[in-house]
C-alpha cells in the first residue's frame, strides 16, 4: 500500500509544481505588461509636460496618429497632473484622466484642460499606445 502511494504523491507534487509555474508566469506576464505601461504614461507625462510634441506624438497609435496641431509651438504646459490613474476598462485598454495647465503665448492666457488619456496595449510588441491623441489645446 505505502509503495503505490509514491506515485500518487509523485503525480501531486509535479502537477502542483506545474501549476505553479504557470500561475508564476502570469505574474511575469501582467508584471511586464505593468511596467510598460508605467514606462508609456511616463514618456509620454514626460513630453507633454516639457513640450516635446513630437515624441509624444510617437506614443499615439500609428492608425490614429495623424499630424500634430499646428499651433503647438504657440503651447507652454504649466502644470502636467494626473487626476484619475489608470483604470482598466478590458484587458488590453485603460483610461487615465489628466489635468495640463498651459498658456497660449501669443495671448498670455493661462488655460486647463482635463484630457482622458485612452491607452491600448497590443501583446505581440509588449507595447501601449495612446489610441485617443494628443489634447486638444483651445
Known amino acids: 500500500p505505502a509503495a503505490a502511494m509514491k506515485p500518487i504523491i509523485a503525480r501531486l507534487l509535479l502537477c502542483l509544481i506545474a501549476a505553479l509555474l504557470l500561475a508564476g508566469c502570469g505574474t511575469i506576464e501582467k508584471d511586464k505588461r505593468r511596467i510598460s505601461l508605467e514606462a508609456a504614461l511616463n514618456r509620454y507625462g514626460d513630453a507633454i509636460r516639457w513640450g516635446y510634441y513630437g515624441p509624444a506624438l510617437e506614443l499615439v497609435h500609428p492608425d490614429k496618429r495623424g499630424a500634430a496641431p499646428p499651433d503647438l509651438d504657440n503651447i507652454q504646459v504649466t502644470g502636467y497632473d494626473v487626476e484619475q490613474p489608470p483604470l482598466p476598462s478590458d ?48
Open 91 to 138: 484587458e488590453n485598454t485603460v483610461l487615465q484622466v489628466v489635468r495640463i495647465d498651459y498658456v497660449q503665448r501669443d495671448r498670455q492666457v493661462m488655460r486647463t484642460i482635463h484630457d482622458r488619456q485612452q491607452w491600448g496595449y497590443e501583446p505581440e510588441t509588449n507595447t501601449w499606445w495612446l489610441d485617443s491623441g494628443l489634447p486638444t489645446f483651445r
